[in-house]
């Protein structure tokens, strides 16, 4: 071997013996949670051996534990650059993105890994739980369920899991799978109130007012401070014109929760249903202070505030009402009515024709679907949510 030969590799294992030393050190500050010195000791590394990966992907674990996700990951994207197969390297990437929230870009990387895992094994099972949460945070209900109804098979006492499947079930429109984790849920607790609202909002959704409105009492009794349980009731029996006792719930929600503005909504408008009128105005001008979104509150403040004669009041909360409802007939027919007492007929002849027009297009829904009922059996109609947002 000739002089310089020998100088060369004498120097690389030199090189070598540095990076050695210089990595266990960073390793044992990692350990003893340094995070800081480790940091720069990976630092150091990456300046003086810029083609390894091992320590930009160090760094990206040092700042993901520090819940900087948002740091940690190009910095794992550039070790999977210089080397895509370092184990666990991709995982890291693909939570450190489900974490930060940036779930359309985590949903490839668990799927990649997903084709790549051993069938039934831990891996897999978690990869499958992950990619079903990552549709779930997306409202890709539909996209979400095989996924969350395979983690539920694969973990029997796993009760969270299964709520996020009938969720996703629900929101899917998907009744009976609704129905079929609900018994299932109910096995692992008899007395979950948040199960009875799910079969209950699955009932209304199937137009069983009957039965929804009995399992939304079965959840007020299996737990009253359940969040949203008297609104559920309170909204079914207020559908069904029962206001007395709508009126009742929807107090008992407020005294669980004094900020939830549909519950003050809504029993502001049973108060107007029940006369009301003063009740309701403080109510639905404090659902309205919470929520300036809410169309009903401002139809409902318009309706009392034109009763009163308070014109300019009125005027206001129903054109914000037509702005933020606009296919609704009673906004319309409502403004047709005030421009006509103020004498402005020809808007009142713009929203009286507006309110005619949605009237006949709704008719003609109606007859649509009696027709077709004639030759073959009718379809659901669009179910309405148990807790709509005006």
């Known amino acids: 071997m000739t002089l310089a030969l020998c100088l060369a590799a004498t120097a690389a294992v ?16 990692e350990q003893q949670r340094n995070f800081s010195e480790a940091e720069s000791a990976w630092q150091t590394l990456s300046k003086t051996h810029p083609e390894n990966p091992e320590p930009y992907a160090h760094i990206a674990v040092l700042e993901a534990r520090q819940e900087h996700y948002k740091e940690a990951i190009p910095l794992y994207r550039k070790a999977l650059e210089m080397n895509p197969h370092v184990p666990g390297l991709r995982f890291n990437l693909a939570l450190a993105l489900f974490k930060d929230g940036q779930l359309k870009e985590a949903i490839p990387e668990f799927s990649a890994l997903l084709k790549t895992a051993p069938p039934n094994s831990p891996d897999s099972q978690r990869l499958t739980i992950l990619l079903g ?25 796993n009760l969270p899991l299964r709520l996020a499947l009938a969720h996703s079930c629900l929101w899917s429109k998907q009744m009976q799978c609704v129905m079929d984790v609900y018994h299932e849920i109910l096995n692992l607790n008899a007395e979950s109130a948040e199960a009875d609202m799910l079969a209950g909002e699955a009932l209304d959704e199937m137009k069983d007012n009957e039965g929804s409105t009995k399992m939304f009492r079965a959840a007020v009794k299996a737990n009253p401070k359940e969040p949203n349980v008297h609104f559920g009731l309170g909204y079914l029996l207020w559908t069904q014109k029962q206001y007395p006792e ?3 719930e929807f107090q008992a929600e407020l005294a669980n929760d004094p900020a939830h503005a549909q519950a003050m909504l ?9 006369n009301k009128q003063e009740e309701a105005r403080l109510l639905l001008q404090k659902a309205v202070g919470l929520d300036s979104s809410l169309w009903l509150a401002h139809l409902d403040l318009g309706i009392i505030d034109s009763d009163a004669g308070r014109n300019d009041d009125a005027l206001r909360e129903l054109l914000a009402a037509a702005k933020l409802k ?4 009673n906004v319309h027919w409502r403004l047709a009515r005030l421009y006509r007492t103020i004498g402005k007929k020809d808007e009142a002849k713009v929203e009286f024709d507006k309110a005619s027009k949605l009237n006949k297009a709704a008719d003609e829904d109606l007859y649509r679907k009696i027709a077709n009922g004639r030759q073959r059996p009718p379809e659901s109609s669009p179910p309405a949510a148990v807790a709509p947002n005006p």
């Open 133 to 157: 949460m990552s549709h779930y945070g997306l409202a890709e209900y539909a996209e979400a369920v095989p996924f969350l109804k395979q983690a539920a098979g694969n973990d029997a006492q």
């Open 14 to 29: 030199g090189q070598q013996s540095s990076y050695t030393i210089q990595r266990q050190q960073a390793l044992a500050l």
């Open 246 to 248: 709508a009126a009742t």
């Open 266 to 274: 809504y029993l502001g408008d049973t108060y107007l249903q029940l």
């Open 326 to 329: 606009d296919d609704d007939v």
